[in-house]
Each structure stands twice: as C-alpha cells, then as structure tokens.
C-alpha cells in the first residue's frame, strides 16, 4: 500500500524558507503509469490550496500565485520528492500535504500532513 | 480563475441521505473528485471522476455531475460520515488549473 509521509522544519522565521521533504513507501516514484507528485497546503481552520506537481519527464507545474517563491524537486535514489518555499511570510501558515496525482486530476493518497509556522 | 462553490454545512440524521452540492460553470465537462477530510486528518478521496469510488470506499458514496452542479450523496448517513468535504476539478482551461471548493462541514444529528 503507497504511503506518503511529510518531514521538515516545523518553525521557520519570515523571509526565511520553508523546506519540506516527502518520502514514499510501498511504492516507486519512478514507476510511472501517468502518477505525478504534488504538494497541497491548508492553512489552520480554512480550505485547500494546491501549491504544485511534477511529472517524472522533468515537467512542473507550480500555483501562478505562489510560482515565484516554489521549488518542487525529486530525489529518485531515495524515492522521496521536495518542496522549497522561498520569502515565507505568516500567510504560508500552514499544513502541508504531499499526495500523489493521477492522470484526471484527483489526489490520493495523501501524507498525514505537517504544519509549518512562520513567526520570528 | 474557476470557481467552485459549495453549501457551508449540511445536517442530516443518521440513516437517512445527505447531498452535497459543488456549483462551477459547465462543471458538467470536467472531471469532478471528492475529498472526505475529519478533524486534524488529511483529506480521503471518496469519489474520483465524477462517479467512480477508490478501493475501500462503501457504496453509500456516491457522485454525479451536470450542467453547473456536481453533487456528492451519502446514503444511510452515519456518525462517523461526519467531516468537511471538498470538491475538486481539473480547469485544463485555467493557468490555475487545480481548483478545491469551498468546503461544506457535514453534520450528523
């Protein structure tokens, strides 16, 4: 069975980045079959925001909102993918969640999660 | 942007059927998911392209999408159905393609 699990720094002070690791287990990254990975993140109390998601060609795609400050990154050997969050401020308050993508869009399965505080 | 809107709160007493509507623009030609999500979990996906269950997930669940609405209905409701759920698309129109909606907070009386 896939899972997903988030790890990184919980704390981080504004303007610094927020870097998040997810590593998964009872499959490969690399298998293929049209998958591709992604980061989504839900501020404490509120609604879901994908932040974004690469194909194992290389191809990413990042929120237009967020494309400036985001680096989704893979790490094949260690089957485990990455997020980096640049110039964080309170508003990237958050849980984290890496999931994997399928073909038509839908999100599954989805890691348990880690929130990561901004504040000095 | 694609917007997709759906009711703050449904309550329903166990054993009967709670709909959950999710409003977008011709939803009806996009692929619609559904997301299950309890107190301090991550989000389960319930219903994938529009009507199809991922393993594991009970018949109760069930989806359909038309015209400017897509709707989640869970029959014989339960305690334990008692979550936010969230629609999802895929807007292969937008720059900004993955689009949740707005949450509806499902409650069990």
């Known amino acids: 069975q896939l899972q997903l699990q988030e790890s990184g720094s919980g704390l981080v002070k504004p303007s610094q980045s927020l870097s998040l690791t997810c590593a998964v287990s009872g499959g490969s990254i690399s298998s293929g079959g049209g998958y591709s990975w992604s980061w989504i993140r839900q501020p404490v109390g509120k609604g879901l925001e994908w932040i974004g998601f690469f194909f194992l060609s290389g191809n990413t795609y990042y929120n237009p909102s967020l494309k400036s400050r985001v680096t989704i990154s893979v790490d094949r050997s260690k089957n485990q993918f990455s997020l980096k969050l640049t110039s964080v401020t309170a508003t990237d308050t958050a849980v984290y969640y890496c999931a994997r993508r399928g073909a038509t869009g839908w999100f599954d399965p989805w890691g348990q999660g880690t929130l990561v505080t901004v504040s000095s | 942007s694609y917007v997709l809107t759906q009711p703050p709160s449904v309550s329903v007493a166990p054993g009967l059927t709670a709909k959950i509507t999710c409003g977008g623009n011709?939803?009806?030609?996009?692929?619609v998911h559904w997301y299950q999500q309890k107190p301090g979990q991550a989000p389960v996906l319930v219903v994938y392209?529009?009507?199809d269950r991922p393993s594991g997930i009970p018949e109760r669940f069930s989806g359909s999408n038309s015209g400017n609405t897509a709707t989640l209905t869970i029959s014989r409701v339960e305690a334990g159905d008692e979550a936010d759920y969230y629609c999802?698309?895929?807007?292969?129109?937008?720059?900004?393609?993955?689009?949740f909606g707005t949450g509806t907070k499902v409650t069990v009386l």
């Open positions: 011709n939803i009806g030609s996009k692929s």
């Open positions: 392209d529009d009507i």
């Open positions: 999802q698309v895929w807007d292969t129109s937008s720059d900004h393609p993955w689009v």
